[in-house]
């Protein structure tokens, strides 16, 4: 298996620009989850899918920020318009969670945006 | 909410000595729990969990984890340390309610010297 696959692995922008982050989850997977990784934050838990909808969107920063899965093996993390402060490297990672049952995540290589 | 710390920001070892990072935890009921390994410009690794049963979980490379819930602990362990595991090492708590998502902490640098 190839794993979570993640393009671009890096991406520099300019302040204004749109943003697209690609993922395609581990084949089988139900989960889907998009975090994000600063030195100064840490790893914060954007959003997540299950089944293709999202559930959990709370840590999505603000409006600029939008994510979808329009399939099982694509998900998209869009920024519109890109500041400075969204600098970081995001993460894809997919899971199978059966009912009860509690798996681990599987993390792609994740994306370092830059934007300037 | 649950909720995961890490109380060390680095631990330095010695090659070959035993090394321990710890994690104690926070959640309402039976906790699901994780430790993944990120290295350098890479994402994180999965390295064990713990969901039931023996309180000594074995993982990858040579990695263990006790549980310890009178003291709401879950340590990662290695008897003896190897450069090559110098690393980020996250501990993370799944909300047992059924909840998909994790809860990581705020990461521990383990440094390992010869």
Known sequence: DAGVIQSPRH???????????????????????????????????????????????????????????????????????SEPRDSAVYFCA??????????????????????? | AQSVAQPEDQVNVAEGNPLTVKCTYSVSGNPYLFWYVQYPNRGLQFLLKYITGDNLVKGSYGFEAEFNKSQTS????????????????????RDPSGASKLTFGTGTRLQVTL
């Not at chain 1, 969107?57 to 993390?77: H, I, Q, V, W, Y």
């Not at chain 1, 509690?102 to 300037?116: H, K, S």
């Open chain 2, 74 to 93: 879950f340590h990662l362990k290695k008897p003896s340390a190897l450069v090559s595991d110098s690393a980020l090492y996250f501990c993370a708590v």
């Open chain 1, 11 to 81: 991406e520099v922008t300019e302040m204004g620009q749109e943003v697209t982050l690609r993922c395609k989850p581990i084949s089988g997977h139900n989960s889907l989850f998009w975090y994000r990784q600063t030195m100064m934050r840490g790893l914060e838990l954007l959003i997540y899918f299950n089944n293709n909808v999202p559930i959990d969107d709370s840590g999505m920063p603000e409006d600029r920020f939008s994510a979808k899965m329009p399939n099982a093996s694509f998900s998209t993390l869009k920024i519109q318009p």
């Open chain 1, 94 to 116: 997919s899971s199978l969670i059966p009912s009860g049952g509690p798996y681990e995540q599987y993390f792609g290589p994740g994306t370092r945006l830059t934007v300037t």
